[in-house]
């Protein structure tokens, strides 16, 4: 018989489920990675119990857009915009980002991830097999995908070799293993894939079975190039392409007209809010209130930290609705909505809130502990204010995800930390020489 974990004597259990209820004096059982039972505080019986007492209890939070090898480019292009940005990181990652490379900055990712409560991420980035096995050895749920550029890149792949790889994805995920998740394929962007090869990656990911997730109107800049090159939006190119077609993500997704937020909308198509990215690099304020109205599905994401510093989703979930607050108004602002973003919606947006983003019977079993008794989080007036104005990355105390547990006492499990911090540091050295040339 399998173990059956028991987190008991739970303060408070913030499940995300439809009627959003907040259990007070809970209990859940894990059973391999799904959750399977949950009753009141000494209710059910397990193998193994771990007490929640004087914690919440949340569902995972879930960061929509990222790209974690780029935690090695940490405060590597400050004071630019997304062009200046471009050119710094670029340079960086030439010089250093080969296979080895991008494993051991998302095996960094991951950790800072998981440490801080995040379970799942969509992670776009060269050499996916190399990032996915590193996320995977940490124990996150990564949601990797074969990328595609017009031009051989970094990566030096040729077009027909990316397709080739693509095609074999299914089966190298089979191969690696780690939490279940969904096929993605993630052509970059429709500045840097043109509409015929657009059309080539979605025929492939209806063979496939595949979502998609490209960055789409990030900036005005973007918006005008595609717009000159084309005559058409970023949006437009996707439905025309038949990107839209599959179920699609878009990263950023700021400068989206009314008819791309209807058209979004009309093809079930989602967005990952990424707030801090896009007020560091002056990229703009996406209105995701008006696209939730119109019926977008709107994820939050930290964005890679050589733009947002760090992936930290608490500080996502606060600047989200700062920015609502300055948008539209205050009184838009509320805080369980916004936690709803960062969890089931982000779910939602990603396609797969059948399987994570709640904490319900028959879900994926990822969950958040995090530890009340602090000044900083006394008195609570409002549960769901306290956690998206006052919590921070440092009160999560234990994760699980797919029912194993990788964060205890604030320590990751898995893999030894110091150790990849280390050879995350060795590894940087090698951009020394770069500093300075710009
Ligand atoms: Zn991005």
Redesign the pocket.
């Known amino acids: 018989m399998s173990e059956r974990i028991v987190i008991d004597e739970i303060d408070y259990l913030i499940t995300c489920d439809e009627e959003n209820r907040v259990l007070r004096n809970a209990a859940i059982a894990i059973e391999r990675d799904e959750i399977v039972e949950i009753g009141s505080s000494g209710s059910l019986t397990g193998s193994k119990s771990v007490s929640a007492k004087g914690r919440i209890v949340t569902p995972g939070l879930i960061n929509t857009?990222t790209?974690l090898a780029m935690t090695l480019l940490r405060g590597w292009a400050e004071g630019v915009d997304l062009d200046g940005f471009l050119k710094k990181v670029w340079a960086a990652e030439g010089a250093i980002m080969d296979e080895a490379t991008c494993k051991l900055g998302t095996e960094l990712g991951a950790l800072e991830a998981i440490l801080s409560g995040t379970t799942t991420t969509l992670d776009?980035y060269l050499h996916p097999q190399a990032t996915h096995e590193g996320a995977v050895n940490v124990g996150l749920r990564h949601i990797a995908g074969p990328i595609f550029f017009d031009f051989p890149g970094l990566d030096s792949l040729e077009w027909p070799d990316r397709i080739a790889f693509a095609r074999s994805w299914p089966k190298r995920l089979v191969e690696i293993g780690g939490p279940w998740i969904p096929t993605y394929l993630m052509p970059h962007s429709t500045y840097t894939d043109s509409p015929e090869h657009l059309l080539e990656v979605s025929e492939l990911a209806k063979e496939i079975d595949a979502s998609i997730h490209l960055?789409v109107s990030e900036t005005l800049a973007e918006n005008e190039d595609v717009q000159g090159r084309y005559q058409k939006s970023p949006v437009q190119i996707l439905e025309s392409s038949g990107i839209l077609d599959r179920h699609t993500i878009y990263?950023?997704g700021v400068h989206l007209s009314e008819s791309d937020v209807a058209t979004t909308a009309r093809r079930n198509g989602a967005v990952a809010h990424?707030p801090g990215?896009n007020m560091k690099l002056g990229s703009g304020l996406a209105d995701i209130g008006s696209y939730i109205q119109a019926g977008v599905k709107v994820g939050l994401g930290t964005?890679?930290c050589s733009s947002s510093n760090d992936l930290d989703m608490w500080q996502a979930m606060r600047m989200a609705a700062h920015l609502i607050a300055i948008k539209r108004s205050p009184t838009e602002v509320d805080a369980c909505a916004i936690f709803r973003l960062a969890t089931i919606e982000g779910a939602k947006a990603l396609g797969i809130a059948s399987r994570i983003g709640s904490i319900e019977v028959g879900k994926c079993a990822d969950i958040v502990s995090i530890e009340l008794s602090k000044p900083h989080l006394t008195p609570i007036h409002d549960i769901f204010a306290l956690l998206v104005f006052a919590v921070g990355r440092g009160d999560v105390t234990d994760v699980w995800i797919d029912g194993e547990q990788v964060v205890s006492a604030s320590k990751a499990i898995k893999v030894d930390a110091t150790k990849i911090m280390s050879q995350a540091n060795e590894r940087v050295k090698a951009l020394e020489s770069l500093k300075g040339t710009f």
Do not use: A, R
Request: charged letters at 10%; glycine letters at 20%.
């Open positions: 857009h790209h776009m960055h990263g950023h990424c990215s964005d890679g």
